[in-house]
């Protein structure tokens, strides 16, 4: 059984930056692709960025540029650095693990999820 919990989300004013951070249970990283998600109120849980069992990160269009996905194993810990935020991301984010065998950017590939960490972005 996998265990991610989220920390890290906040307020912050537009053009700043937040570090997101998921803690995981045993040996997360080396079985499953590791994902970053969001959800604004009232809409569909959207990727944001992805890094793959082989190390590999993918992002969003929305996050290329400004957003950079992370692990450090000895941690036990995926990261998520935010730069030149937008009040757009305002969202809940979530992290994610997949045991598929190619990762993706469906929500419904991923088996397990944290609770979520707000992030708020004001103009």
């Known amino acids: 059984q996998v265990q991610l919990v989220e920390s890290g989300g906040g307020l912050v004013q537009a053009g700043g930056s937040l570090r997101l951070s998921c803690a995981a249970s045993g040996r997360t990283f080396s079985n499953h692709h590791m994902g970053w998600f969001r959800q604004a109120p009232g809409k569909e849980r959207d990727f944001v960025a992805v890094?793959?069992?082989?190390?590999?990160?993918y992002y969003a269009d929305s996050a290329k540029g400004r957003f950079s996905i992370s692990i450090d194993s000895a941690k036990s810990t995926l990261y998520l650095q935010m730069n030149s935020l937008k009040p757009e991301d305002t969202a809940v984010y979530y992290c994610?693990?997949?045991?598929?065998?190619?990762?993706?950017?469906?929500?419904?590939?991923?088996?397990?999820w944290g609770q979520g960490t707000q992030v708020t972005v004001s103009s």
């Open positions: 890094i793959s069992r082989s190390d590999i990160a």
């Open positions: 994610a693990a997949s045991g598929s065998l190619v990762w993706g950017r469906d929500p419904s590939r991923y088996d397990y």
